[in-house]
């Protein structure tokens, strides 16, 4: 596609519910990357892919939060189990090669959990 | 780690005036520096970048400097329009990913 699509844009969960967070990068980038932004702070790193694979989850803030990319294109952001402290935007983003910093955002997706 | 610093987080001028945002980084390897523009409700846009082996680059209205000895890169936006208002983020790489400041809210009053 032409861009990075996000989805849903907007999910309201309840304290406890399971959530899954779809992101569809741009056709043949290789690199994918799943971003926190919580209000009024920048986007934190949660993990990133290289095709299929997950090379790096270091910035899952607890084994709640899971992420996959089968295929090596869609992305899901799974969070088990959330709580109100997982209340922000999710960002990805992918670029075309491994190491290329060049990022192309999605709109997010904004998770409110009540 | 990267870790990167960046202020002001706001800045409020006239339309027509500049805006200056600077950041600073640790890591002294680190070789790429993006800003990125974040607009309500969308996800952050690559406005301009600069790499290690030069010093300023320009892009119509915006620039960006880059001082590889003190390990500071700035934003420089010229004859402010309101449409620049936004949040601007700088970034530079951490392990394998950006590691981004904490943004400056930039206001163009009309």
């Known amino acids: 596609g032409a861009g990075v699509s996000q989805s849903p844009r907007y999910k309201v969960a309840k304290r406890g519910q399971d959530v899954a967070l779809r992101c569809d990068p741009i056709?043949?980038?290789?690199?994918l990357f799943w971003y926190q932004q919580a209000l009024g702070q920048g986007p934190e790193f949660l993990t990133y892919?290289?095709?299929?694979?997950?090379?790096?989850k270091s910035g899952l803030p607890s084994d709640r939060f899971f992420a996959e990319r089968p295929e090596g294109s869609v992305s899901t952001l799974k969070i088990q189990r959330t709580q109100q402290e997982d209340s922000a935007v999710y960002l990805c983003?992918?670029?075309?090669?491994?190491?290329?910093?060049?990022?192309?955002f999605g709109s997010g997706t904004r998770l409110t959990v009540v | 780690g990267e870790n990167v610093e960046q202020h002001p987080s706001t800045l409020s001028v006239q339309e027509g005036d500049s805006a200056v945002i600077k950041c600073t980084y640790s890591?002294?390897?680190?070789?790429?520096f993006p800003w990125y523009k974040q607009e309500l409700g969308k996800g952050p846009q690559l406005i301009i970048d600069i790499r290690s082996n030069v010093g300023e680059k320009k892009d119509q209205r915006i620039a960006v400097t880059l001082n590889k000895t003190a390990k500071h890169f700035s934003l420089h936006i010229t004859e402010t329009q309101p449409e620049d208002s936004a949040v601007y983020f700088c970034?530079?790489?951490?392990?394998?990913?950006?590691?981004f400041g904490k943004g400056t809210k930039l206001s163009v009053k009309p």
């Open positions: 056709s043949g980038h290789v690199s």
């Open positions: 890591d002294s390897a680190s070789n790429y």
């Open positions: 892919f290289q095709n299929e694979a997950q090379l790096d």
């Open positions: 970034a530079a790489p951490g392990e394998g990913n950006l590691i």
């Open positions: 983003a992918s670029s075309h090669s491994d190491r290329e910093y060049g990022y192309t």
